[in-house]
């Protein structure tokens, strides 16, 4: 399975980007999914989930309000919507994919791929 985020850029604090991930390989409809980020010299950091049919969604408390979640099984893609962001949005932001809710919060992910620049300026 490869998974392949896309949509990272420089964007103004206040602004707004749409991530998306799209996995080839085989199906991930049966997965939770979730979205990570890394931020220059800082550990990797949870940043929302959603469950296999999209009703379950979970966000990590600094991006409550302001990402959004989502999923579209059927093109086996996962989306970020990102707005009001500030500098401390700033990372490579990764797609990743695992049995469980408590897995992807965990970030014990059974796939992952390769992250999107994001780049918040003041």
């Known amino acids: 399975v490869q998974l392949q985020a896309s949509g990272g850029g420089l964007v103004q604090a206040g602004g707004s980007l749409r991530l998306s991930c799209t996995a080839s390989?085989?199906?991930?409809?049966?997965?939770?999914l979730g979205w990570f980020r890394q931020a220059p010299g800082k550990e990797r950091e949870f940043v929302a989930a959603?469950?296999?049919?999209?009703?379950?969604?979970y966000n990590t408390d600094s991006v409550k309000g302001r990402f959004t979640i989502s999923r579209d099984n059927a093109k086996n893609t996962v989306y970020l919507e990102m707005n009001r962001l500030n500098p401390e949005d700033t990372a490579v932001y990764y797609c990743?994919?695992?049995?469980?809710?408590?897995?992807?919060?965990?970030?014990?992910?059974?796939?992952w791929g390769q992250g999107t620049l994001v780049t918040v300026s003041s």
């Open positions: 390989g085989r199906s991930l409809s049966s997965y939770f």
């Open positions: 990743a994919a695992a049995g469980t809710l408590g897995r992807v919060v965990n970030m014990e992910y059974d796939y």
């Open positions: 959603i469950g296999n049919t999209g009703g379950r969604r």
